[in-house]
């Protein structure tokens, strides 16, 4: 497809603006280019230091993206004229966001702060207050994580769920690992590949395991039946009138179904039709989080989401790191044609990050009709992939450097590690910085054209002084944000699925159809 096809399709709300970024463009990509991103350095000394936002500890360096001031201020009018104000207000107060399903996305709510004390209203979702349900909700939470130390019945857990239900809860607890209380192993269980059950099954005990299973539906194929399998195996070798039902705790919206498969009333945990699979892991789908990692940690993790939220809600868009990230995204995708999107953090404990930012961005903005349910022909969500610093530069980074297709960049660094040994970390920063340059500047070899960079490829650098819990929540609660402000501005609803649905229908036929 040429350069800014897609672009000559637009969002009706902001067709005057998308129309004035479309010419803007051609300033940058074609044969009429005037600018490169070595020549915005060249002309502007300082756009290293000019082009970096913050938000508390995390910071976002833009600077080596193909943008000048004017693209900003175009990408600001655009936000403006989305309405995207308003949707964040709508966000934040239980506007019904998810117009197919009828309701509101109230993920932030799991995180503020609506203490007894605390100055937030009371908010109401059909007839119930959601802030009481909240605190019902943490208060079962942490009474329980409580018991769970205090008692020690338990050496291992398996949380049993799968994809919002899963890697979520899975990423933090291993990025905060160093945290997790001795003695005590975590475990994720989602495929339902019987070699996968079998993994986790042959590496616990199960008199000494605790089972949590997540599951909003209560009905999703893998985890269910892993859950029953695992069942069986209680009730195959302990006989059937063992008090298996201990051993099970349920997050689910759907109580019954967890009663009928043997889990005790008070091990059952509320996950309300309000949060999406994706931005559940500040509910109760966070147990195994509080379980692992100390209540305490729970609740810091949902004091930097809430941090990002405020900074999300009442920052100008001019310095607001989500907004900025969701519209060079856009500028990217919709004016420059980049299909794609690839995540890379060079921290070692964030390696389940970019399977994370898969699922919240492309399951969110995987879209192609309007909020009006008319097709639409701009781009949406590109392909999101990525991998961890420094292992993917041996293995697709060939593609990042030369092939035809520009991939924009998301690094994301870390200022102090946890572990210091030599100058490893020394060395792993200079990977960014070398790689970001590289990609940006390339290298002329007309002699060896395979040794050829063509260079002028976009990166974003995301920084964070230090991966703490709270560090870890604005991070992930920055780019939940930066994905729902790109599908205000794609006028999409960013938290349905029904992508997933016709594969598992016929999956349930082909199975019928084995028997
Ligand atoms: O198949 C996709 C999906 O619906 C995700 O959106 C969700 O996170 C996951 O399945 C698990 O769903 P549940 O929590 O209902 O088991």
């Known amino acids: 497809m040429s350069n800014n096809a897609l672009a000559l399709k637009h969002p009706v709300k902001s067709a005057a603006v998308w129309e004035k970024l479309a010419h803007h463009a051609k300033q940058f990509s074609g044969d009429h280019a005037q600018y490169t991103l070595q020549s915005l350095f060249a002309s502007n000394p300082n756009r290293g230091r000019e ?147 079998h993994e986790v099954i042959s590496r616990i005990s199960l008199e000494k395991s605790l089972f949590i299973i997540a599951s909003k539906s209560f ?16 009730l195959s070798q302990f006989g059937k009138d063992y008090d298996f039902g201990r051993h099970f705790c349920a997050v689910t919206g759907k109580h019954q179904a967890a009663r009928d498969f043997g889990v005790p009333d008070t091990q059952i945990f509320d996950l309300p039709d309000w949060v999406g699979g994706r931005f559940s892991l500040w509910s109760a789908v966070g147990l195994p989080i509080a379980l692992t990692l100390g209540y305490k940690n729970f609740s810091a993790l949902l004091e930097g989401a809430a941090q990002a939220d405020a900074h999300f809600r009442s920052t100008d868009f001019t310095q607001n790191l989500s907004v900025l990230m969701a519209l060079i995204g856009i500028w990217n995708r919709n004016f420059l044609d980049y299909s794609g999107l690839c995540v890379l953090p060079y921290a070692h404990r964030l390696a389940l ?56 960049c998301d690094f994301i660094a870390i200022g102090e590690p946890l572990a210091q040994y030599g100058d490893h970390h020394e060395k792993l920063i200079a990977n960014v910085l070398g790689q970001t340059k590289a990609l940006m500047e390339g290298r002329i070899n007309i002699s060896e054209t395979h040794k050829n960079f063509s260079g002028n490829r976009p990166s974003n650098l995301i920084w964070l002084d230090q991966l703490t819990p709270q560090a870890l929540g604005a991070l992930i609660a920055i780019y939940e944000h930066k994905i729902f402000t790109q599908g205000v501005i794609w006028n999409i609803n960013s938290f349905d699925q029904f992508g997933v649905e016709l594969g598992k229908e016929l999956a349930t036929e082909a199975l019928k159809n084995m028997a």
């Open 219 to 234: 009905t999703t194929q893998e985890t269910i039946t892993n859950a029953h399998s695992v069942k069986a195996l209680f």
């Open 51 to 197: 082009m970096v936002f913050s938000c508390d500890n995390i910071s976002f360096d833009a600077s080596k993206n193909l943008i000048t001031q004017d693209t900003l201020d175009l990408l600001f009018a655009l936000a403006e004229s989305s309405g995207l104000k308003e949707k964040i207000e709508g966000l934040f107060t239980g506007e019904i966001l998810n117009t197919t399903e009828n309701r509101p996305a109230l993920h932030t709510a799991l995180r503020s702060d609506h203490s007894q004390n605390s100055s937030t209203k009371a908010l109401t979702v059909n007839g119930t207050d959601i802030f009481a349900a909240i605190r019902e909700t943490r208060a079962q939470m942490k009474a329980f994580t409580e018991k769970f130390h205090h008692e020690k019945q338990f050496t291992d857990i398996v949380h049993i769920g799968i994809g919002g239900s899963d890697f979520g809860p899975q990423l933090v607890c291993r990025s905060l690992s160093h945290l997790a209380k001795a003695g005590l192993k975590t475990h994720f269980l989602s495929n339902i590949d019987p070699d996968a059950f």
């Open 353 to 408: 990050f970019p399977n994370f930012i898969q699922q919240l961005d492309m399951e969110s903005n995987g879209k192609s009709v309007d909020l009006e349910g008319k097709a639409i022909e701009y781009a949406t969500t590109p392909l999101v992939f990525g991998g961890i610093g420094t292992l993917a530069q041996h293995t697709f980074f060939q593609f990042l450097h030369q092939s035809q297709d520009i991939v924009p």
